[in-house]
């Protein structure tokens, strides 16, 4: 079995810090107000980039009379979208040489074509983010997407590196417990998308309590979730009132700690079973986004703490999606070199050995 690297793996691992650039300049975006920096898509203003002339100035003021330029949210903007669109571009060409590598073994085809039709999903919902004034469904939608494109790049990164290590069989449940653990963190991730979307991430200013109590009573926690919000109001600053912000902001704590007693369980069943290194790197992430989110509350929603807080949970992706594949990748292994029959077949790294 040749576990070498593929051709690709740098474009993708380029193509993955690219990502995690842009998802933070995404979060910078929102956090600074931006989102609506320019009011139409893709250009800004009819414009390739921020208007600044004055007959530019005198054109933009023209034909958007309700939008008056603000160079910096322009920019702000503008700058999100170039690296976008250049991120684009890479997954284009990541595509198109699967494609042409499509009969080289090892050569992922069908994960590089799911990236882009992901990327042409995220131009829409970033056409859609500004046609439809920052509606909140659509923003959460655009987040969600942007952290599966940087999952997915870095899950081809590691399918195109070629090294596939020997890890003992994973005990009965571990596999489940790191899959269930992913899907929280993404569920909170869309959780804490709903509440930058609203603006309820400073609902609450005091720790460990909200306005004082465990519980105040006057979390409206039915309005908090309303899905079917008109579309067409400017939802810059948010629509909803203090009582659903606060729900929102509860039910994001609620589910960190959610997340986190999932991740120490899974970080406990990984030491077990010999595997250190990716318990410590889950809850070093895990600790450093529950500071983060702590520094939210207490400092108010400092722009650098905010958007390292967005930084730290595209982190906490990553390293979920390192352990799912490196769980999953050593049972494929197994099958390839010719392991027992059951379902977990004893470990034995000889045959591995041979087969590299």
Not at 156 to 169: C, K, T, Y
Request: hydrophobic share 50%.
């Amino acid at each position: 079995m040749d576990t070498g690297r593929k051709p690709g793996f740098r474009l993708a691992l380029f193509a993955t810090l690219l990502a995690f650039a842009v998802v933070l300049l995404g979060a910078y975006t929102r956090l600074t107000h931006a989102g609506l920096g320019c009011p139409d898509w893709p250009g800004c203003y009819g414009f390739l980039a921020v208007p600044s002339g004055e007959a530019q100035l005198a054109h933009a003021e023209r034909h958007f009379p309700d939008a008056p330029v603000e160079a910096q949210k322009g920019w702000n903007e503008m700058i999100h979208r170039y690296c976008a669109g250049g991120l684009g571009l890479l997954i284009l060409v990541l595509a198109l040489q699967a494609l042409r590598r499509r009969t080289d073994a090892g050569q992922p085809r069908g994960l590089p074509l799911a990236l882009l039709g992901v990327v042409v999903a995220q131009a829409l919902f970033g056409m859609w983010t500004v046609t439809l004034k920052l509606w909140p469904q659509v923003v959460v939608a655009h987040l969600l997407g942007g952290m599966t494109t940087l999952a997915l790049l870095f899950l081809l990164g590691l399918r195109l590196s070629g090294s596939v290590p020997a890890l003992p069989s994973p005990a009965p449940g571990l596999r489940a417990l790191a899959g269930a653990a992913l899907a929280l963190v993404v569920g909170q991730i869309a959780l804490g998308g709903w509440v930058s979307s609203n603006y309820a991430a400073v609902a609450c200013l005091d720790l460990p309590t909200c306005h004082g109590r465990w519980w105040p009573e006057e979390a409206d926690f039915a309005n908090a979730f309303h899905l079917t919000q008109a579309i067409g109001p400017n939802y810059l600053g948010g629509m909803l009132d203090g009582p659903a912000r606060t729900a929102i902001h509860l039910s994001h704590r609620l589910g960190a700690l959610a997340v986190a007693l999932t991740l120490a369980a899974l970080a406990w069943r990984l030491w077990r079973h010999g595997l250190g290194r990716f318990a410590a790197l889950l809850l070093a992430a895990l600790l450093l986004q529950v500071g983060l989110g702590v520094g939210n509350v207490l400092w108010r929603l400092p722009l650098p703490v905010a958007v390292a807080h967005n930084g730290g949970a595209a982190l906490l992706l990553l390293g979920l999606v390192l352990v799912n594949y490196r769980l999953r990748a050593r049972t494929a292994v197994g099958r390839l070199v010719g392991y027992g029959q059951g379902p977990n077949p004893p470990y034995d790294p000889v045959p591995l050995r041979r087969a590299g």
